[in-house]
């Protein structure tokens, strides 16, 4: 009678139908919103989400949590400006930045795995201190800067129809999906998240697998922060607030769990799609920033919720 | 005949269940404070005042209240990342439905608190009865409340009636009121952990499936706790708009992190089970004092941002260094 | 052999035992008790009738359904079907209020003392005594109550004001007994009471388990240590399968009638035969030091050699086998098969061919909520890659499968997650996990504690195949039976150094490992020749 699922599988499904129970209701109310341009365009939206949450969601797998997401995000496309209107080739712009944003997740990583720092706080921390980098780096130029050709371009173009990147969203959804189902780091990533202290005495590299996740979700955060300084045209300091709650959101309706231990970056993807449709279909209703924000709780609690009772029904 | 591993009294007594003394491992932390705020008053000489400091402590009791709920959900073993959108909604509520300045509709201040208390109620169910992580559970209605204030108040504004500011700024006898604020906060705790519910709350977040067998109830025990911790934040909502007058519905967001810093700074355990509000306090402190310092440095902004975000860190990794250094394990 | 508990003042029985109570003193009989879980069926008609004043054995293996039928008396699950009555009155124990309320309590195998709380707090956790006006909790009084009940039981020893997680585990299983006391139960459940405890401390448990007895009550024991049964159970009744098989006196059944019973099959020997170790030397260890726990002190493993350390719990055994598991620490020279060696981690450890079964399998050993599978596969993934670098699924399924057989698990239930499994099944998979590792040097740390009588016997055939392929195993066991019996030579702890060495091959007994645990006899320093 029911479909009888393993659990994790039915979490992520459980997701997935909210998102294209969403998008169905959003098509009914106005036709135009399946259509090819605004799809082509949620796509691009959401691979932001998607990008801070692939990140989030490998730390969050390993017990952790990373609160330097926008400060992370800004120091992309903010540096990325002033270094390409320095005669900065872009290609190698973006790479040096996506290294530093590595470099600073290892640095949260140590910090939490070495002196035992409570990630939440570890975080904060040199997100914080990248906030001031910047506060440093914006009072030499205006405010806001322009975003450098090679991020618009990248946001831009299409193939076949499709946004590049979405394509390279998905590239690294499968990426993220083989390592973390069939590598030795994907298997001690889930063993550590669900017992560190088993894990360890079991002989996983739990340091370097923890460092690895911080250094993977700065590295990610940071060319998120790309992607949207070229899609909007500009970077500033506050670009990346938004992300902080949408990228833990889109991992939590995903149905991993926040402790560690469970869930897929799928998962994560159906949550990016799930807020992002969510935030083009309220304007619509004419209903403000404040009920976007009601919504966005209550859909949690749906999607949390719903993935609970998928499971319940399963192995 | 046997080589019996007996503690002795005096180690119990230093890890007892008494408040007299504080756990070994937080002397650090009040010698941190003390170092703290000799360098503040060596900064800012004028400082050094009843009146002053009692405005330090006006300033940073809202942040005293967010720390106190979270230490509460804290040390059952969860989180309640609503502190700040709970206090934002009564916050706003008080600047908008009491009846302006004259305060023509104070009766409905009981009706506001109770708001507070009922948010948490609403958290609590989800968590105790609903079965969801309060992590989860407290991440929704962090987004929920926040939309509720910015509905009732979409921008700064309002009106908030003098009885309430003058009670929030004036004096009780010769001392500026905040003291007295700080002390009711401790009181409570006093008071908290010597009842039945505190020691319940304790146990549930020790050990959630022996506090079972013990026959508490665990889920109410659960639910009580957010209740609280609701009650509390919507308490700081309402100090807030005393202390500055007006509401502010974007406020909620900037007061969350720190709530938490502050419980880690402390030394509160995020495993629950250990810990408590004077703790908590002590940590907000910490907080005020090296923002103050920062500021009476009087550098640039920029540089303000670092120095917080640096002595945050120093002070955590202090705080955990000589665990991490005596941990009898290999990396 | 355990014992960092502390040294009670004996029970005092008393010589009048008051009358318990009108009516008619039937105990405790429970009739056709059920208990499923969906498909599964636990426990399907299960009768029992403990009389007062009695002390009435449970045996059974680990998923017999011993610990359900103790949670069902316990209030803590309902049972789906049966009656369960207490001197003629029918109970409905639908919460462990309930049972509470029946005067019913249990001493639990994994104890119900919350870790953060003190000692009072915890043995007086049902009735907090209050201040009259304030409500709030009389310190000054809870601690005198709490004293009072320390002294009555003979354990002054203890501070009522201590944090329990403070307290070793010997302790707190006596705390655990003077709590389920202070109430002076009708009924009385020790659930393995004792696993913790040395003789002493195990002796002064069961007298108050008489006294209890005596005053009337219902005394309810389950153990897996036969002797204690013998010794002092009255009547006793063996589950297996979930069904209630036997009952009757003690003397009624011989040892192999009593495993029978409780297997359904014939276990020709617990402790299979082996062949004498080698003489290779496969793990030498000079200076071997974990400063403040252990040594400086040498050490000789040969191979195909069972090597067992001994001792009152506490005095370093610990140190030295996580110390050699590369978990904590140490200074000293090591060498394996001749060669120097030195690791910082587990996981060094694990690669020069040494690997540790933990204590505590449920919070050391084993991930809970993944697969039996994937638990087997966790220390040895990097082994399990195809030439692409991904993990060969079908080469998983292979290697772990063939693992869970030299154990005696049912590869039918790989899939299912780990926290499903019985004690003795759990303790299995972490044993197959280490030996998919193929080690050079097993240590296993207490792997027998508390594990039923069918998963000893598998575990200790799988040992005896492994030391006649060559591993060496160091083997720490709270039993001393245990090692003389299992042992090519037993080395005895004492404060931090090994106190003596003995040679199993020449009639050594029990009372030997303890004399030297305890320094009576001197020092014998026989080091191996």
Known sequence: MTLRLPRRLSATAAAYVVCAALFAFATIHSSSFASAGHVRQLLVFASFIGFAGLGETLVILGGGLDLSVPWLMALGGMQLSIWASGGMPSGLAILLLVGIGALIGIVNGLGVTLLRIPPIIMTIGTGALVEGYLMKVGLN??????????????????????????????????????????TVFGRSLYATGANEAVARLAGTRVIAVRVTTYAASGAAAVFAGILLAGYIGQAYLSMGAPYLFSSIAAVAIGGASVLGGSGSYWGTVAGAGTLTILAALLPTFNLSDAALNIVYGLVILLAVGASRFARRGSA | MSAVATPTREKARAAGISLKRLPRGQWGTVLLLAALVVADFAVQPNLADVDQIGLLLQTAMPAVLLAAAQTLAVLSRGVDLSVGSVMVTTNVLVATKLGGIDGSHMGLIVPIVAVGAAAGLINGALIAYGGLEPFVATLASWAIFNGVALLILPTDGGAVPTTITNLVIGKVGPIPSSYVGVAIVLAFWWY??????????????????????????????????????????????????????????????????????????????????????????????????ITDLVTNLQLPSWVAVVANAAMLLLVVSLRSLPNVLSRKETP | MTGSGIQPRPAAVPADPPPFGAGEADGLRVTGLGKSYGQVTVLEGVDLHARPGEIHALLGENGAGKSTLMKVLSGVIHADGGRIALDGRELTLGSPDAARAHRIRTVFQELSLVPDLGVAENLLIERLPRQRFVGTIGRRRLVREANALLESAGLDGVDPRTRVAELSLAVRQQLELVKALRVDPSVLILDEATSALGPSESDWVLAHARAQASRGAVVIMISHRIAEVRGHADRLTILRSGHSVATGAPNAFDDDALIEQMLGRRVERLYPA????????????????????????????????????????????????????????????????????????????????????????????????????????????????????????????????????????????????????????????????????EPRVLLLYDCTRGIDVGSKADIMAALAQLTASGVAIVYYSSDAAELVHLCDRVLVVRSRRIAGVLDCARATGEEDILHLAVGTRGDEEEEAA
């Open chain 2, 192 to 289: 908290l952990r010597r009842s039945p519910l505190g020691v319940r709350i304790l146990a549930v977040g020790s050990d959630e499936s022996r506090a079972f067998l013990n026959g508490i109830d665990v889920r109410r025990t659960k639910l009580l706790v957010y209740a609280l911790s609701g009650l509390i934040a919507g308490l700081a909502g309402i100090y807030l708009a005393g202390a500055t007058s007006s509401g502010t519905p974007a406020a909620g967001d900037g007061f969350l992190l720190p709530s938490l810093a502050a419980v880690v700074i402390g030394g509160t355990s995020l495993a629950g089970g250990r810990g408590g509000i004077g703790l908590s306090v002590m940590g907000v402190m910490v907080l005020t004092f």
């Open chain 3, 274 to 437: 082996r062949a004498p170790a080698r003489e290779r030397v496969v793990l030498r260890a000079k200076g071997l030091h974990v400063p403040g726990s252990f040594g400086p002190q040498d050490l000789e493993l040969r191979e195909g050699e069972i090597l067992g350390i001994g001792g009152l719990e506490g005095q370093g055994q610990r140190a030295l086998m996580t110390a050699l598991a590369g978990a904590i620490p140490f200074h000293g020279e090591l060498e394996l098969n001749g060669e120097s060696v030195s690791y910082r981690t587990p996981r060094q450890a694990i690669r020069n061919g040494i690997v540790l079964v933990p204590e505590d399998r449920g919070a050391e050993g084993l991930l809970l909520s993944h697969s039996i599978r994937s638990n087997i596969a966790l220390s040895s993934v990097e082994k399990l890659r195809s030439r692409m670098r991904s993990i060969d699924a079908g080469a998983e399924r292979e290697a772990t499968e063939r693992e869970a057989r030299a154990v005696g698990l049912d590869v039918r239930r790989m899939g299912e997650p780990a926290r499903n499994l019985s004690g003795g099944n759990q303790q299995k998979v972490v044993l197959a996990r280490a030996l998919l590792t």
């Open chain 1, 141 to 182: 130029s205006s405010s806001a800067v322009t975003a450098p050709k090679a991020a618009q371009t990248l946001v831009e173009n299409h193939v076949a129809g499709i946004p590049v990147v979405a394509l390279v969203w998905l590239g690294a959804a499968i990426v993220t999906w083989w390592v973390l189902k069939r």
